[in-house]
């Protein structure tokens, strides 16, 4: 019997195989962009604008998580506090990217906060996009994979009830990492501290016993020919096989790493969030890892802002003596950091919370009062090019890029499109 063309499209996106006709390589499809390091390597077409241009803006709820493009949709999740305390609605967006209008939305009943300090409201993990689905988190450990273009639901798991997970300190804020096949994420249950899911169904591939979860999301390492998920919590740091869930390698750490670890080559950047603890660059040598430095004093410490590594250098948020706020508008710095010894070659003071992202050698910066700034990629010094104010509010989220356009969300639930390149 000949396959119908919905049973056809069912198939082929459980296999992960891309429905688009056109899967740009300009597309920002997950947490921190193509590679899970914040960087962007399309080719620039046009000139930066100092005036960036708003396209469109709509409003998707509370929550700092972050927006991601791909196949010119943009996915997003949010927020609406309900008259029940400390519950309410969660919704999935899928928005037209150029346009701004809503394609599908699918809502579901969740805890609107879970924190041990500071309050804030929505969901923390950002979707990934793979092979025509999309894949969500929520606080509350709501798993959800959709087919990204209808919104219809492939699968779904409760993290709690289907495998015994534990809410995490800030509840779940791992942004789900889709390789090979797998959704690999922080699971905190009392027989896993990590799990990767069969992409297809939902099905358990592997488990990982011994870890520390926090609210960073795991990352990828090539090492000596497999592929290894980074995954960095309480007290640790490991390394295991995407295929096997094997653990290769396991390493202390200066503390809770929120934003989670760093990935250059061989090289891993972690620095503390909870107090000024420590940081430090390590290299991974076979399954023998190396402390090519570390400092315990107040070189950096990391909360909500992220880093990354270009060309030998660390460029990122040091957001020492900020622990306990509520918001920071002046106390963190920017800073560049040699990779390789951990000197400290430039800093700019008073820039308050902030995550960074890279284009074309430049740094788009976007502070958490709204704020985008322009400035040089390079160690030479802190060389800023322009600044424009794009939205009002607190915004802790990462932006997208692609194409000269950049997406940005605040806590409140403001989205915007701006273009930031001539046509």
Request: glycine residues 12%; contains cysteine; proline residues 5%.
């Amino acid at each position: 019997m000949k396959p119908s063309r919905t049973s056809l499209r069912f198939l082929l996106l459980l296999s992960g195989v891309a429905l688009s006709a056109n899967p740009a390589a300009a597309d920002w499809p997950q947490w921190l962009g193509p590679e899970r390091d914040g960087i962007s390597r399309e080719a620039r077409r046009g000139e930066f604008l100092s005036e960036p241009k708003l396209l469109w803006k709509a409003s998707v709820g509370l929550g700092p998580s972050s927006p991601v493009v791909a196949a010119g949709r943009l996915y997003v999740l949010g927020h609406a506090k309900g008259e029940t305390k400390n519950r309410g609605t969660d919704t999935v967006y899928c928005l037209d990217a150029e346009r701004g209008t809503e394609v599908w939305k699918h809502s579901y009943d969740c805890r609107s906060c879970e924190s041990q300090d500071v309050r804030f409201d929505g969901p923390r993990s950002t979707p990934t996009v793979d092979g025509g689905a999309v894949f969500s988190l929520s606080l509350e450990g709501h798993l959800f994979a959709f087919d990204a273009a209808t919104g219809g639901i492939l699968w779904s798991k409760y993290l709690p009830r289907d495998f015994g997970g534990r809410l995490p300190l800030y509840g779940y804020c791992s942004s789900p990492l889709v390789r090979s096949g797998k959704v690999i994420l922080e699971l905190n249950a009392p027989d896993a501290a990590y799990i990767a899911l069969d992409r297809a169904n939902g099905s358990v591939v592997w488990k990982v016993r011994d870890g520390d979860v926090t609210s960073g999301s795991p990352v990828l390492m090539q090492l000596e020919g497999r592929e290894c998920a980074v995954f960095a919590g309480g007290g640790s740091i490991v390394g295991v096989d995407v295929e096997k869930g094997e653990v290769l390698w396991r390493h202390g750490t200066w503390g809770h790493a929120w934003m989670g670890p760093v990935v250059s080559g061989n090289r891993l950047f972690m620095a503390n969030a909870s107090l000024p603890r420590g940081c430090g660059v390590i290299a991974i040598e076979g399954s023998k890892p190396r402390v090519l430095w570390e400092d315990r004093g107040k070189k950096f410490q990391t909360l909500h802002s992220n880093s990354l590594i270009w060309r030998g250098h660390i460029y990122g948020f040091d957001n020492t003596g900020t622990d306990y706020q509520k918001t920071d508008s002046k106390k963190s710095s920017l800073k560049c950091l040699a990779l390789e010894t951990g000197d400290v070659l430039w800093q700019k003071p008073a820039m308050g919370w902030g995550n960074v992202i890279l284009f074309d050698e430049k740094l788009l910066i976007f502070r958490e009062v709204g704020e985008l700034v322009v400035a040089d990629a390079t160690p030479e010094g802190y060389r800023e090019r322009f600044r424009a104010q794009l939205l009002g509010g607190k915004s802790w989220s990462v932006p997208a890029f692609s194409e000269g356009k950049l997406w940005v969300r605040n806590n409140s639930g403001d989205l915007a499109c701006y273009r930031i390149l001539s046509e």
